[in-house]
């Protein structure tokens, strides 16, 4: 993979902007957009500010795509802001392509956090040669009903804060959820989610230790990409460990072998070091995911790659954030799983 720009750390008393890129779900659920905003002040000393859409309905937000892309192009411009952080996803952040400037990110590397239809905004920052990180956003990890979970709050410090290699991720022993209750009735925002007892990672297969850099998103994002400026060239993705989940639209196992083998098709699968994949929303598919994962590779002849799943990334809380392009390892014989180099200068 090609060396991507490392932004540089937060620090306590930094200001951030939260944005709205795809759904405009914090200008109509104010009170959780609050709470969010409450938390990274509370854990983690941020002064946060809005970009100038932000906060818009959500009808706003579909109906101004050149508005979003510009908020964001504003963000890396102003040299107060030290972070971006997405409020949510959505599904249509696609639409911003055509209105951004590489330019800009080149010139202005920041971090950006964000998950889900984020992906897009990842693929924009991998475009201008910059990390960016696949993590929680403001209305999912930060507004966590009742209070943000511990691994997540120990995640952000260590992977956004901390100049230290990340090093080894564990797997999240709090337990796990994706209970549903509804953001729009206030009163539940401080009713506690109810916790799953985790099983731990699955080793799917795989005998051996590999390393490579890190490239992946939200699978069905992802698709959205292809056969754009913005798919990454072949060169991007050698040597890489990939990472995949789903969303909470659930996709049928037989889709997921569908896109799986169109990477083998476009080469990509056979060129990467290992695969790491999320557990999907409401662990619903999870074995049938790695039926279909496991006979694809063997499609393919790829029988010794390395693969885990239900890891704590993407549409489940809490979780651990990934650094695009930062060097991380499969160990599959101690059966861990670290990153190598710090996140952040």
């Given at each position: 993979?090609?060396?991507?720009i ?9 200001k ?6 795809s ?6 659920l ?32 579909y ?52 998950f ?20 929680t ?30 090093g ?21 925002q ?35 990409l ?19 989940e ?50 694809v590779?063997d ?14 990334f993407?549409?489940t ?14 160990n599959?014989?101690n ?6 180099e710090?996140?952040?200068?």
């Amino acid at each position: 993979m090609i060396e991507l720009i490392t932004p540089k750390s937060l620090n306590t008393g930094d200001k951030v902007a939260t944005i709205s890129m795809s759904w405009g779900a914090a200008g109509e659920l104010p009170h959780r957009y609050q709470k969010g905003k409450e938390r990274l002040k509370q854990f983690f000393d941020l002064n946060v500010v809005e970009t100038k859409h932000a906060l818009k309905s959500a009808q706003w937000i579909y109906k101004n795509p050149e508005a979003r892309a510009n908020d964001l192009m504003e963000a890396f411009c102003d040299p107060s802001i030290k972070g971006i952080i997405s409020n949510i996803g959505g599904d249509d952040s696609i639409r911003m392509l055509k209105y951004i400037d590489l330019e800009i990110i080149k010139q202005n590397p920041k971090i950006f956090l964000g998950f889900s239809d984020s992906t897009i905004t990842h693929f924009i920052c991998l475009k201008a040669g910059l990390s960016s990180f696949y993590g929680t956003s403001l209305l999912v990890g930060f507004a966590e009903n009742y209070a943000m979970h511990n691994y997540q709050v120990n995640d952000i410090k260590k992977t956004l804060f901390s100049t230290e290699k990340i090093g080894q991720i564990h797997p999240n022993k709090e337990g796990w959820t994706t209970e549903f209750l509804d953001w729009f009735d206030v009163s539940l925002q401080d009713v506690k989610r109810k916790l799953i007892p985790t099983t731990g990672w699955n080793f799917l297969r795989g005998d051996s230790i590999v390393q490579g850099r890190l490239i992946g998103g939200c699978i069905e994002v992802m698709e959205m990409l292809k056969g754009t400026h913005y798919w990454p060239d072949p060169e991007v993705w050698k040597d890489s460990i990939l990472f995949f989940e789903t969303s909470e639209d659930m996709p049928k196992p037989e889709y997921v072998r569908w896109w799986l083998r169109n990477y083998a098709t476009l080469g990509i699968l056979s060129n990467v070091k290992g695969i790491i994949f999320g557990r999907p929303y409401d662990n619903l598919y999870t074995e049938q995911y790695e039926i279909e994962l496991l006979k694809v590779l063997d499609e393919e002849g790829l029988s010794d790659l390395p693969v885990i799943t239900r890891m704590d990334f993407g549409h489940t809380c809490p979780t651990f954030t990934l650094p695009y392009g930062r060097l991380a390892e499969i160990n599959c014989i101690n059966k861990t799983f670290s990153i190598l180099e710090s996140g952040v200068a």
